[in-house]
Nanobody
Framework: QVQLVESGGGLVQAGASLRVSCAAS????????MGWFRQARGKERDFVAA????????YYADSVKDRFAISRDNAKNTVYLQMNSLKPEDTAVYYC?????????????????WGQGTQVTVSS
């Protein structure tokens, strides 16, 4: 099993940057594909970004491509989401997820572990 704890959320102005982190417990972090999802109030949880077990493959939602970057440090058991040029529509709770099922995962159904989420609010 793995436990995930997100951090780094907050309130920023439009155009600003923010980096959220997700720390994982355990010694097998490199066996998990990792991803970020977000859920705005009243909406469904949406895919944001994914990274493969060793970090060589990444995927992004069209809405964040060229603005967000996912990365991981397997020595620190941590995955990051660097968010640049933030927009008010990026406001959401951001969730970190881990998948033991596939080498890289885009669908929420492919993830078996989830963090509690961190709130990101972008003011206009």
């Amino acid at each position: 099993q793995v436990q995930l704890v997100e951090s780094g959320g907050g309130l920023v102005q439009a155009g600003a940057s923010l980096r959220v982190s997700c720390a994982a417990s355990g010694r097998t972090f490199s066996r998990y594909a990792m991803g970020w999802f977000r859920q705005a109030r009243g909406k469904e949880r949406d895919f944001v970004a994914a990274i493969s077990r060793r970090g060589e493959v990444t995927y992004y939602a069209d809405s964040v491509k060229d603005r967000f970057a996912i990365s991981r440090d397997n020595a620190k058991n941590t995955v990051y989401l660097q968010m640049n040029s933030l927009k008010p529509e990026d406001t959401a709770v951001y969730y970190c997820a881990a998948s033991s099922l596939v080498p890289v995962a885009l669908a929420s159904s492919e993830y078996d572990y989830w963090g509690q989420g961190t709130q990101v609010t972008v003011s206009s």
